[in-house]
Structure formats: C-alpha cells, structure tokens
C-alpha cells in the first residue's frame, strides 16, 4: 500500500512521526511530483522551520493551494515553481509575483527568453 500525501506528513497513530511534525525540515523537494490525487496541501501548514520549497516540473499542481501555503508558512523565503506557473491563471501568477518582491523571499519561475530558446532549440532539432 503506497501512502498518502497527509500521512506522510502528519502522524498516522503509527510508530513514526510525518514529516510535518520533524523539527528542522527546512527543505523538501517535490520536483516531479504528480499532484493530480493531492487537493490539499495544508498539511504542511505546520512546518515552521520550512524555508525551501521547490516543485519544479510537478504535474497537476493547484496554484491556489502554492498561495495558500505560502501565507501559512512564515518561515519560507525561497520557492521554485518551474513548469507549474505558467499554467496558472494570471491571478496567481500575480500573487505569488508579490510575495517575490518582499526582501528576502526567492521565486524561481521560467524567464519568458528562456523558454523562447527552449522552442528554437526544440524546433532546431525536429528538423534534423
């Protein structure tokens, strides 16, 4: 039996803690990560010490959960949201844009030259 988002992070009436409930975690990475049967984030409301967040590439991400994790979460100061952003609405987009321009906080995201490079890159070698 594979394990659920929430009981990996919150305790399960099992022997071992989730790792909401470790004291330190200051990084986790959920690069890659399918979102698509995980609605609900909050489970991670709890993590003080959290700092680094990064779901570059994830699939199936809900921005709206991304925001409301981030105004729970005092402590996070850096956030990588590759891949994910520009799916989301501009609303979004938006939000987490402002939480960016606050000293000290970090937003990673796709620079629009970037991508543009990726595409003729991509189109280059379909053409070989």
């Known amino acids: 039996m594979i394990p659920s988002f929430e009981s990996l992070l919150i305790y399960d009436g099992s022997l071992r803690d989730g790792l909401a409930e470790i004291f ?28 680094e967040l990064v779901f570059a590439d994830a699939t199936n991400l809900d921005g709206d959960e991304v925001v ?3 105004s729970e979460l ?5 956030l990588d949201v590759t891949g ?3 799916g989301w609405d501009q ?4 939000e987490l844009l402002a939480w960016d321009n606050i000293e000290g906080n970090t937003l990673v995201v796709p620079e629009p030259i970037t991508l543009a490079l990726f ?8 053409k070989r």
Not at 91 to 94: F, L, R, S, V
């Open 24 to 51: 330190g975690v200051k990084s986790l990475d959920f690069s890659r990560v399918n979102f698509a049967d995980i609605l609900d984030l909050s489970a991670m409301n709890s993590m003080d010490d959290l700092e």
């Open 91 to 94: 609303g979004i987009q938006d």
């Open 84 to 86: 994910a952003f520009l």
């Open 119 to 126: 595409g003729i890159g991509g189109l280059l070698l379909r």
């Open 74 to 78: 005092d402590s996070l100061n850096y």
């Open 68 to 70: 409301k994790l981030l």
